[in-house]
């Protein structure tokens, strides 16, 4: 897309919640340990290490998905699908506890 001059790309950006909305949102709560931040650890610690340690990296540590990639020796598009399950997995697993 690089190729096409500025005027003519279109920004594509969802501003709506997505239906993982929830897990982000206490992801960025950060790690008080009240309330659902307890069943959002707790649910954290369910998941398998190949989600859960991308995504902690993303919104614990701060890390763009290349400083991920490097870390990990992974793909970007592969930690992308990785975070994605891993935030869906989470809200499953706390609407469960709900």
Request: aromatic residues 8%; hydrophobic residues 35%; glycine residues 6%.
């Amino acid at each position: 897309f690089t190729d096409f001059p500025e005027e003519q790309v279109i920004d594509l950006k969802d501003d709506n919640p997505g239906p993982d909305a929830d897990a982000e949102a206490t992801l960025d709560a950060g790690s008080d340990m009240e309330g659902p931040s307890v069943q959002f650890w707790e649910a954290l610690t369910r998941i398998n290490d190949t989600y859960s340690v991308p995504l902690l990296m993303k919104y614990r540590d701060g890390l763009s998905y290349e400083e991920i990639s490097r870390n990990l020796n992974v793909p970007v598009g592969a930690l992308k699908v990785r975070v994605h399950r891993a935030r869906k997995e989470l809200k499953t697993m706390m609407e469960e506890m709900l």
